[in-house]
């Protein structure tokens, strides 16, 4: 079976320090992955996705960035943290080829700039 | 572009009523159809999803959705609520066209549950 993990799960930085969020997927090959962030009352913003290794589309400009450096590993990257950046980061996988499949959720990283 | 609108950030609703969480889509093409629930803290758990076929879906937990394509909506409905169904619900859709397949997000509800 297919399973995702995202570490850490709780992460409190300084403004102006850097980023770096990593997910892994296990039991597939190349999938879609996704990054989303959710800030309060904001519903989930997609931030990046990719279809496959060194792929990244950048959905929204802002200070963050993202990277796939193996099939089933996605990092989400920052060299200086706004407070801005607070909130709520999911990881999340597709089957590729499949338009009509549901995305699957690692467990979060709640993410506080201080 | 695709989106998703998600009517009322906040349902409350005693335990044992009915469950109606509203949810409609921008598209003169049908996209696909999900419902997210998230506990706090915690990722997003598939209820259901609507793909083709049978327009009435049931999904996990007594929750089914019914899409209606004349009203461009995908409402989610429970015929009684539990406790355990206080969590914040998330509609969300992926265009039929175009090759990444993006999952695009309401803004979400959260339910709350009276006893």
């Known amino acids: 079976s297919q399973t995702i993990h995202q570490w850490p799960a709780t992460l409190v930085q300084p403004v102006g320090s850097p980023l770096s969020l990593e997910c892994t997927v296990e039991?597939?090959?190349?999938?879609?992955l996704y990054w989303y962030r959710q800030a309060a009352g904001r519903g989930l913003q997609l931030l990046f996705y990719?279809?496959?290794?060194?792929?990244i589309s950048s959905e929204v400009p802002q200070n963050l960035s993202a990277s796939r450096p193996q099939d089933r590993q996605f990092i989400l990257s920052s060299k200086k943290l706004l407070l801005s950046d607070s909130g709520f980061y999911l990881c999340?996988?597709?089957?590729?080829?499949?338009?009509?499949?549901?995305?699957?959720f690692g467990q979060g990283t709640r993410l506080t700039v201080v | 572009a695709q989106s998703v609108t998600q009517l009322g950030s906040h349902v409350s609703v005693s335990e044992g009523a009915l469950v109606l969480l509203r949810c409609n889509y921008s598209?003169?093409?049908?996209?696909?159809l999900f419902w997210y629930v998230q506990y706090p803290n915690q990722g997003l758990q598939l209820l259901l999803k609507?793909?083709?076929?049978?327009?009435l879906v049931k999904g996990i937990n007594g929750f089914e959705a019914e899409f209606k394509k004349s009203e461009t909506s995908f409402h989610l409905t429970k015929p009684s609520a539990h406790m355990s169904d206080a969590a914040e619900y998330f509609c969300?859709?992926?265009?039929?066209?175009?090759?990444?397949?993006?999952?695009?997000f309401g803004q979400g509800t959260t339910l709350q549950v009276k006893p």
């Open positions: 999340a996988w597709r089957k590729a080829g499949f338009w009509n499949t549901e995305a699957f």
């Open positions: 039991g597939t090959s190349n999938p879609n």
């Open positions: 990719s279809v496959g290794i060194g792929q």
């Open positions: 598209s003169s093409v049908p996209p696909y």
């Open positions: 609507y793909t083709t076929g049978a327009t």
């Open positions: 969300a859709v992926i265009p039929p066209s175009g090759n990444t397949g993006k999952l695009i």
